[in-house]
Structure formats: structure tokens, C-alpha cells
């Protein structure tokens, strides 16, 4: 009796789920986690007329995208991600970029540089860290409004994927300044004049600066995810890392490589799988998604047009021409890899 008592104790905390199963680690720690999800009267212990409820209930329970789907607990991870796995693997990649840069810099990697490739990265790259973080916020910000932890995650562990290249960027910023003995590349009211006044960005910059105002969920993640985020990754770590790799830079195109193989491809993978239920859960939300990557294209289209133009002026750079329409296929392959 004392066995079967201890037994029924140990299961009684899982016998709410449906599969009357023992939890993984990380369904554990993400389960349910979100209690004010589509609480009443009110998502948070407040008056209901307060900004913060009007505000959730509005863009995220009123998002057409959220409502129509009954159960968001079933989306999982393509990873399957808890925050002790995130860091475990996230530490082989950051081992991984340290022992890249210290190689390089031990041969003095940017002294030996052209002066005409310093010059294009300055005023065509190093500027990219403001767009990333935007791109970071973002992230936080469908986090924080998902309709359940386990989509929570996802963008979390993306928006500490963004703030990892951003760090990655700043540092090589001085780096370089200080190898090629040229401050003025690690000067960020420099880089931001670049950023908020040279003609490459704006396209660039008003996607992003939009896109953080897209607060209902559905416009926020197809405007981040099926536009914003295949646009700006392939611009930078598929056709910055090959100019880069033709103008002797090896250092960023190796950096960019891993960024794309490991970081993009988390993304894209959770792209698709959030696609897949939400779908799955309600044949509407495909109409919906395809209207709004439509809706936001446009915008993405000038940021792809003029980044490659900026691009374009690299030795060696292909057209600007061949840079967005490489661009725009890879975000339209990422939409029909979504089956919209």
C-alpha cells in the first residue's frame, strides 16, 4: 500500500496532461507556462481596462491569427530548446567563433587588406548592427506576445541568436580599426550617420522601423519571419560572406557561414514549423499569412534593392540586379518551403 501510495504521488503532478505520460525536459519547463493566456475577463490581475490588458487582448487574443487556432500547447521547438540546451550548444559555436578570430588576428588578418575593401566595409557593413538590433527587438517582442511558451522560446532563443552577431559585429569593428590603425571605423556616430542618412539603409531602415510597430502577433511574425528575416540573413550571410570571400576577407565570410548553418537555419526551421501548425490547426491562417508576407513585400523589396546596391560596390560584387533577384528568390523559397 505504502509503494502504491508513493507511486501515485510521484505521477499525480502530470496526470493533467492529455497524454497521461511523463513530460520531456523541456515540455517540463514550458508546459502551460503562460496562465495569463487567454485568461478572463483579463490576461493580467488588473482591471481589464487597463492599457497593458487592452493592449494583449487586442493584439494578441484579437489577433485573427492567434484566435483561430483552439490549442497553441501542442507547437513545439524544432529543437526542442531549453535554456541549459540553448547555452550548451550555443557555447561550441561561440568556442568555435573565438578560436576563428584569435587565428586571424594572430596573422594580423586586416592589415593585409585593401584599402578599397576597408572602405566598402565601413560605410556598406558595419552599419548592419543597427538593423540587428531592431531585428533583435523584434524577436523580443513576438516572444513576449505568443500565445504560448513554447512559440515564446523560439523567439527568444532567436533574439539571443541576433544579439550574438551583433556582438560579433561590434568587436570586429574594432578590431579592425585598431589593426589597420583607422579609429574612425569603430566610431559609432560614424556608422550611425551611415546607417540613418546613407542611401544604401533607408530601404533597410524603414522596413525595420515599421516593423517594430506591427503589433498584432499575425502581422508581427509575417512580417519579421516571411519577409524581414530571409531578406536581411540572405543579404548578409549569403552575399556579404561571398563578396567578402572574394576580397581575401575569409575572417567574415567564415563568421557569416556559421551564422547562416547554424543561427539562420534555427530560424527558418521554426519558420516553417510554426507555419505548419498554425496551419494545420486552421486552414484560414494560410489566406491570412500569404496577405500579409504581401502586404509587407513591398517594403522588402526596397530594403533588398538597396542594400544590393550598396553591395554592388564591392571589388569583384555582382550586379545589383543579380544581388536582389538572388535576394527575393531565396525569401519566395522560404514562403513556398512554408507551403503557402
Known amino acids: 500500500m505504502i509503494a502504491s501510495s508513493q ?9 493533467l496532461w492529455k497524454e497521461r505520460r511523463v513530460p520531456s525536459e523541456y515540455e517540463a519547463v514550458t508546459y502551460m507556462f503562460h496562465n495569463h493566456f487567454r485568461n478572463e475577463p ?7 481596462d487597463w492599457g497593458i490588458n487592452v493592449f494583449y487582448k487586442t493584439n494578441r487574443e484579437g489577433s485573427a491569427l492567434v484566435a483561430a487556432v483552439d490549442d497553441w500547447e501542442g507547437y ?4 526542442a530548446y531549453t535554456y541549459r540546451r540553448y547555452v ?3 557555447k561550441d559555436r561561440e568556442v568555435y567563433c573565438d578560436n576563428l578570430i584569435d ?5 594580423n588578418h586586416y592589415a593585409g587588406l585593401a584599402p578599397d575593401w576597408l572602405d566598402f566595409i565601413a560605410d556598406h557593413y558595419l552599419p548592419v548592427r543597427f538593423p540587428g538590433h531592431a531585428a533583435q527587438m523584434s524577436a523580443v517582442y513576438l516572444g513576449q506576445m505568443a500565445p504560448s511558451a513554447f512559440v515564446t522560446n523560439t523567439f527568444y532563443f532567436q ?4 544579439m550574438r552577431r551583433v556582438q560579433r559585429q561590434a568587436y570586429l569593428a574594432q578590431v579592425i580599426a585598431m589593426d589597420t590603425g583607422r579609429p574612425e571605423l569603430a566610431d559609432s556616430a560614424r556608422t550611425r550617420a551611415a546607417w540613418t542618412g546613407g542611401a544604401t539603409w533607408q530601404g533597410l531602415r524603414e522596413l525595420v522601423e515599421k516593423q517594430l510597430c506591427a503589433y498584432d502577433f499575425g502581422e508581427a511574425f509575417a512580417s519579421r519571419q516571411l519577409v524581414l528575416r530571409p531578406i536581411f540573413d540572405h543579404l548578409f550571410n549569403t552575399e556579404f560572406a561571398r563578396i567578402a570571400e572574394a576580397n581575401g576577407d575569409r575572417l567574415m565570410a567564415m563568421l557569416h557561414d556559421d551564422f547562416r548553418d547554424h543561427d539562420e537555419r534555427y530560424a527558418v526551421d521554426n519558420t516553417k514549423g510554426f507555419v505548419r501548425y498554425a496551419v494545420g490547426k486552421a486552414a484560414s491562417n494560410a489566406g491570412l499569412l500569404r496577405d500579409l508576407a504581401a502586404r509587407w ?3 522588402g523589396e526596397a530594403a533588398a534593392r538597396g542594400v544590393a546596391e550598396g553591395l554592388a560596390k564591392a571589388p569583384g560584387a555582382d550586379s545589383a540586379e543579380a544581388i536582389v533577384a538572388r535576394t527575393l528568390a531565396a525569401q519566395s523559397a522560404l514562403v ?5
Open 88 to 90: 550548451e550548444d550555443q
Open 42 to 48: 483579463a490576461p493580467f490581475e488588473l482591471s481589464e
Open 103 to 107: 587565428e586571424f588576428e594572430s596573422r
Open 297 to 299: 513585400l513591398p517594403l
Open 76 to 79: 513545439r521547438d524544432a529543437r
Open 336 to 340: 513556398a518551403g512554408c507551403e503557402l
Open 159 to 162: 533574439m539571443a541568436n541576433e
Open 7 to 15: 507511486t501515485r504521488k510521484r505521477k499525480q503532478p502530470w496526470s
